[in-house]
């Protein structure tokens, strides 16, 4: 499975881009928020983070590979698992994540299906599927801010998210890790990479409560 493409940027559509690798073009479907990123990146190096699916009828025979492209690997992530929700599927999921990952979890997270019905494509029903199956999964999806680096540097959503889950790996309880990470995002700077985030919060003496 291709699970990153790193190329040329070609070409920026509403819903696909053309990426060249080398001499092979890929095209890749893509949601509106990574459009938005893309848009005028033309002729930039960029790093996609890909999902891979067959599109069509298997008995028919006619199945087309096709390639998700994302900006980070919690774009991908969060994508992935929005697809699991009944009566959702890769194009209603492309078509409804118009929005940050980071508002979409959040909404999710409150179970806030108004806001989530209005995503296209989610209607009432589905929202309640969503917020019924993803609940539970999204305080770290939740932490996921718009991207306040350039393309193709780490994403600020990669790095606040990486640094809740070593929060909570040396002993923080959720909602310690959470705060902890809040003040980070408070602080609206572009960490360089975890281990910067995490000196931090220790260098202003911030402990579990």
Same mark, same amino acid.
């Given at each position: 499975?291709?699970?990153?493409?790193?190329?040329?940027?070609?070409?920026?559509?509403?819903?696909?881009?053309?990426?060249?690798?080398?001499?092979?073009?890929?095209?890749?479907?893509?949601?509106?928020?990574?459009?938005?990123?893309?848009?005028?990146?033309?002729?930039?190096?960029?790093?996609?983070?890909?999902?891979?699916?067959?599109?069509?009828?298997?008995?028919?025979?006619?199945?087309?590979?096709?390639?998700?492209?994302?900006?980070?690997?919690?774009?991908?992530?969060?994508?992935?698992?929005?697809?699991?929700?009944?009566? #959702?599927?890769?194009?209603? &999921?492309?078509?409804?994540?118009?929005?940050?990952?980071? !508002?979409?979890?959040? @909404? $999710?997270?409150? =179970?806030?299906?108004?806001?989530?019905?209005?995503?296209?494509?989610?209607?009432?029903?589905?929202?309640?599927?969503?917020?019924?199956?993803?609940?539970?999964?999204?305080?770290?999806?939740?932490?996921?801010?718009?991207?306040?680096?350039?393309?193709?540097?780490?994403?600020?959503?990669?790095?606040?998210?990486?640094?809740?889950?070593?929060?909570?790996?040396?002993?923080?309880?959720?909602?310690?890790?959470?705060?902890? #990470?809040?003040?980070?995002? &408070?602080?609206?700077?572009?960490?360089?990479?975890?281990? !910067?985030?995490?000196? @931090? $919060?220790?260098? =202003?003496?911030?402990?579990?409560?």
């Amino acid at each position: 499975m291709i699970k990153r493409l790193t190329g040329v940027l070609q070409r920026v559509d509403p819903s696909t881009i053309d990426l060249a690798v080398g001499p092979v073009v890929h095209e890749l479907l893509i949601p509106d928020m990574v459009r938005r990123e893309l848009q005028g990146q033309t002729g930039s190096t960029v790093t996609l983070h890909t999902l891979e699916f067959l599109e069509g009828t298997p008995g028919r025979g006619n199945l087309v590979p096709r390639l998700v492209g994302f900006l980070s690997e919690v774009e991908r992530e969060f994508f992935d698992l929005i697809c699991e929700v009944d009566g #959702v599927g890769v194009r209603k &999921a492309l078509r409804a994540m118009v929005r940050p990952v980071g !508002e979409i979890a959040t @909404a $999710i997270e409150e =179970q806030d299906a108004s806001t989530l019905a209005t995503l296209p494509g989610i209607g009432a029903a589905t929202a309640e599927r969503m917020i019924a199956k993803l609940r539970r999964r999204m305080p770290k999806f939740a932490l996921a801010v718009q991207r306040v680096v350039p393309v193709g540097s780490p994403a600020a959503a990669d790095i606040l998210t990486e640094t809740f889950s070593v929060l909570r790996s040396i002993g923080h309880s959720e909602a310690d890790a959470r705060r902890l #990470v809040d003040g980070l995002r &408070a602080a609206k700077k572009p960490w360089k990479d975890p281990q !910067e985030a995490l000196e @931090a $919060i220790y260098r =202003q003496g911030q402990r579990p409560k």
